[in-house]
């Protein structure tokens, strides 16, 4: 995989970045910023697999997908036989971002997380998943890139939380990093919530590991559109400008394009 960053604006509004993303396979480049789409088991919602070709190439050719969509329905062992989401789809001039958690049916429960693992609301119930069980099941639909497992707490949570979140995060990292077998790019989290120190310590970290991008999060658990503004300027102001970052659970519209 393959990010190159082609403009660039700073400015007393933000930072914003104009790229050009190339995955291996696949026969376009995706300019960024970019949507990836929501899936369940790695298709859209609410479109059925004959319309997706429909939409606007190649701005709908990047699909989100949760590992744990798959817990309680086809085992890991069968997916990696039959050759990952690509082959067992059928798509494959798409490309697959493994991010454990979703907006819609993977949702953080930040209350049940602890140093064993991270706790998720599901459509099957309350589900703790540790790096081991989440890098098995990554590897096994082989995305184009994954992100690691993260210990997210809302905004209103103590500082010692937050720092909290941020050791596991960190040492879930570098578990996730040793145990994957999957040729797709690793994508480093970042957490930190309100706490800009405890983001700038994290951020500080996972620099240091050998991850193609970043994916930030704790968003949609509590934070308002002045902290998104507040912490991705301080967020990306630390991050090496030449890798491609991902962030999640933004909700509206409107606090997407203040993300930009």
Sequence with gaps: MNF?????????????RVGTLTLPGL?????TPCLLLSTRKGLPHFLSPDLLSAL???DSNLLAVSPLHFVKAIPTETISKIGGLHQMLGLQEYGFAAVPRDSIVALPDTT????????????FG???????????????????WWVSLA???PIGVSEKRHKMSVDRTLRWLDECITLSKTDGAAFGAIVGGCFVEECKRCVAEVVKRNVFG????????GKNIDDHRHLLDTICGILPE???????GLGSPGTTTVSL
């Excluded at 190159?4 to 700073?10: A, E, H």
């Excluded at 026969?27 to 300019?31: F, G, M, P, R, W």
């Excluded at 703790?128 to 989440?134: K, M, Q």
């Design 151 to 153: 210990a997210e707490v």
């Design 27 to 31: 026969s376009i480049s995706v300019e």
């Design 112 to 123: 049940s997380t602890n140093k064993k693992g991270a706790s998720f609301e599901t459509s």
């Design 214 to 221: 970043y994916w930030i999060g704790g968003f949609g658990l």
């Design 126 to 144: 309350r589900l703790l998943i540790n790096p081991a069980e989440c890098m098995k099941m990554i590897d096994s639909l082989k995305p184009n």
């Design 56 to 58: 606007p190439t190649p």
């Design 4 to 16: 190159r960053v082609v403009s660039k604006t700073w400015s007393n509004q933000g930072r914003a």
């Design 242 to 248: 030449e890798k491609p970052r991902q962030l999640s």
